[in-house]
T-cell receptor, first 120, second 116 residues
């Protein structure tokens, strides 16, 4: 299957600092990437949909000024948590859709390994 | 809006036995995709199996198979010959076929334990 990487896998930062998380599609070009947040023992919560070369579409309740998403190339999307606070501590997961014809593997999302963010 | 319901928060199975995880969904669309993802303790989401709604034949991947009942909007996952490595959180997911930008809609998950 397609491979999606995420970096860093784990980050600890002080309150008030900004943290950038990178998501890369390694063996395919992803026109669309998705960012999720997951709390312990819960399902994935969609934060935003990121399209290459355009502004991200944020879900209701997600602060776009706090969670900056940039999808500058077909293989890279970044999530920057600005002025992080302890309540932003969570597990962040990116996902990329393999492009292709309808009904083919292009309708499947592959996930990165996730980034555990701890804000002190 | 589409919703996905997994009514079993936790399940357990003896090693080598068979277990079935339930999933129902609600949609007014006729064309869509259904998926089962596995999330082991590493928290890496792994695609287990996918089903196209227009296909009547149930998808199968080695020990994993689904029972897709379109009229009943049901999509259960059967794991045969369960192994210790199958212990994980399993998420059922739905995706509309209408647009490539449509994200997955996830259920709340079922935690599967495998007993040696």
């Amino acid at each position: 299957g397609a491979v999606v990487s995420q970096h860093p896998s784990w980050v600890i930062c002080k309150s008030g600092t900004s943290v950038k998380i990178e998501c890369r599609s390694l063996d395919f070009q992803a026109t669309t990437m998705f960012w999720y947040r997951q709390f312990p023992k819960q399902s994935l919560m969609l934060m935003a949909t990121s399209n290459e070369g355009s502004k991200a579409t944020y879900e209701q309740g997600v602060e776009k000024d706090k969670f900056l998403i940039n999808h500058a190339s077909l293989t890279l999307s970044t999530l920057t948590v600005t002025s992080a606070h302890p309540e932003d501590s969570s597990f962040y997961i990116c996902s990329a859709r393999v492009p292709g014809l309808a009904g083919g593997p292009g309708d499947t999302q592959y996930f990165g390994p996730g980034t555990r963010l701890t804000v002190l | 809006a589409q919703t996905v319901t997994q009514s079993q928060p936790e399940m357990s199975v003896q090693e080598a036995e068979t277990v079935t995880l339930s999933c129902t969904y609600d949609t007014s669309e006729s064309d869509y995709y259904l998926f089962w993802y596995k999330q082991p303790p590493s928290r890496q989401m792994i695609l287990v199996i996918r089903q196209e709604a227009y296909k009547q034949q149930n998808a199968t991947e080695n020990r994993f198979s689904v029972n897709f009942q379109k009229a009943a909007k049901s999509f259960s996952l059967k794991i045969s010959d369960s192994q210790l490595g199958d212990a994980a959180m399993y998420f059922c997911a739905y995706r509309s076929a209408w647009s490539g930008n449509t994200p997955l809609v996830f259920g709340k998950g079922t935690r599967l334990s495998v007993i040696a």
